[in-house]
């Protein structure tokens, strides 16, 4: 094997139907006490029925005025639920990959049919039809209860659709580049409407009569007073004008933004904040509802928190909501700590089983990484970093000039502990009591850090490329890289990985140069890496892969899982810790772990199969994975949505085994794809979506 394809299988694996042998030993879930549940992007309600999208975790709902919920469908298969409605006794559905509807109470779920692009963001219902928008799709209209969609996009001047909202005979849509539009003859035609409107890039809109009420990225609020024909600014009060949602009920305006809620009572005029009893950790409001029994709010963490006193005081109403998402680990003096950017710091000493809260002194209890330095536990949170020395039992803030800023990840080199943070870089040698911005460091975002001997990498993700740091100084390392946003690096064996925003790259050289990270054989990225004995451990966002041979081969290791996005691993006292995004934290013991895979007999797939694609959505390349039974005829096939054959990626004869191929979409425009598998008589097709 190539040494690209064998170390590149440690970043990119693929979601494989493969699992451990070993079947009764599996992971166990480690539950946290989290006071919420998790992410929630979208809320619906109809009579008694409440519906949450919570973040991976799928759809939510709830019968008695959100005291309680249930989990009715979706988990597993889409990463954010985007829009939720009611038609009729139907529901609907606008997620990360299409429209989906349920017409048994959300018993189960199918995709529909008629749309030319996945991802839609927002949806509407105007009397017995429905819309849907999406940046991408545009708008389309449904005339049978969801059942299939065609275009309704005639006068639209841009396809990047953020909200939707009917009013009195009028629908008006929102966008990301091109101000308000609104339809009166029911989507058939589109105009302009944004006369006024400072504001191109829109995410929220409320309707009261002919008051038109808009929301933006950061610009504040908006209103017109005549249907949409001009617009003025209305912020007065308004302290935080990064707005994602609004709703209207009865006289007040209330408005969701990046900092808690605000209310008006005056049509705009001016506003105060409305968000007593909302937790500081959950004060980003991603979607706000409001019924005859009250105003419902979903927050970025803490899950759906309802006031029964238009808005002067918010109780948690998430019983039943459990998504749990940890980002960083840390292991001290017999204590496992897991920190959570929205559920605070938690410590367990008995494996797991059960989970204390000490967070005595830590003021700021958004949790983004943690290291152990000397005797020291540090906490790096959304404000500065704070320290422990008694072992997480009272915390105190660090003395560091950028106390306010959010830190995102530690890294030690000899005596000194390196911070990346959004401020810049920050060196510390005493063991993280104080810092100062490290020598030659660049003022920028630093996202990632990774150490190999005695050299420092740092990744920013905001434009400043990788750097690394030696007794010599700091060298720029671009030879090779073709985007500077760097979302993550990892060092395994001799060779450095890193991940931007525009592809992967790799370096066997100390990161002298860069090639692009092309396997033919894997898919998929790392989020962290573990190494015990001769066992090296990788956490995907498509489960949990180990490797016994320095990366030339991986297996998943995943039965048990619930939550396939491993955040963070981290081994201690004989067991694998897995952090997930939406499950919270599981362990096993690391001698249940074997290497070998069910599904194979000596190395060779018992079934035929075809994998779904990684990463999905792709832009522009993927990888495609699937595996023979026996030596077959194989034929691996992209066509559009219409059927046309646009690329042979296999058409060959291939033994049996695993087999993994990249298909690159570079000349293809965004939307819905599919490929095909031809093995001898088997034959399967699955779906990819393409993002640009």
Known sequence: MKLSAKILAAWFLAITGVFCNDAAAQWKQSSLPTPGGGYIHSLAASGQILLAGADEQGVFKSSDKGASWIPIGLKGTLEYIHALTVLDSNFLAATTYGLFLSTNQGMTWTEVSGYNNGYFSTLAVSGKDAFAGGQGPGIFRSTDGGLTWTASDSGLTTLNVTALK?????????????????????????????????????VALAVKDSNVYAGTLDQGVFHSSNAGGTWAA???????????????????????????????????????????????????????????????????????????????????????LTAVEVDAFAANEGTIFAGSAANGLFATTDNGHTWSTPDSGLSNTSIYSLAVVGSNLLAGTGGGIFLSSNNGRSWK????????????????VGANVYAGTSAGLLESSNNGLTWLEAEHSWQTYIYSLAVKGNTLFAGSAIGGGIWAVTDTGWRSLENGITNNYVVSLSVVGNTILAVTQGGEFMSTDDGNTWSPADSTETGGYVHSVATVGGKIFAGTRGGIYLSTDDGATWNPVNTGLTSLNVRSLLVDDGNLFAATAGAGVWLRPLADISTGVNNLRDGIPLIYSLDQNYPNPCNPTTAIRYHLAGSSDVTLKVYDILGRELQTLVGERRNAGSYSVMFNANNLASGVYFYRLHAGAFSQTKKLLLLK
Not at 167 to 193: C, H, L, P, Q, R
């Open 166 to 202: 009917v009013g009195d005979s009028v629908i008006y849509a929102a966008t990301s580049t091109g101000g308000i539009f609104k339809s009166t003859n029911n989507g058939a035609v589109w105009i302009e409407s944004d006369s006024g409107l400072a504001a191109q890039f829109i």
């Open 234 to 320: 209305i912020d007065s009060g308004l302290s935080n004008k990064n707005i994602s949602s609004m709703v209207i009920s009865d006289t007040n305006i209330f408005v969701g933004t990046a900092g808690g809620i605000f209310r008006s009572s005056n049509g705009g005029a001016i506003w105060d904040s409305a968000g007593r009893g909302l937790s500081s950790n959950y004060n980003y409001i991603y979607s706000l509802i409001a019924d005859s029994t009250g105003i419902y709010a979903g927050t970025n963490g803490g899950g759906v928190y309802r006031s029964t006193d238009d808005g002067n005081d918010w109780n948690p109403s998430s019983v039943g």
């Open 397 to 412: 803030l660090a003395d560091s000039a950028e106390s306010n800023s959010l830190v995102m990840t530690f890294a030690v």
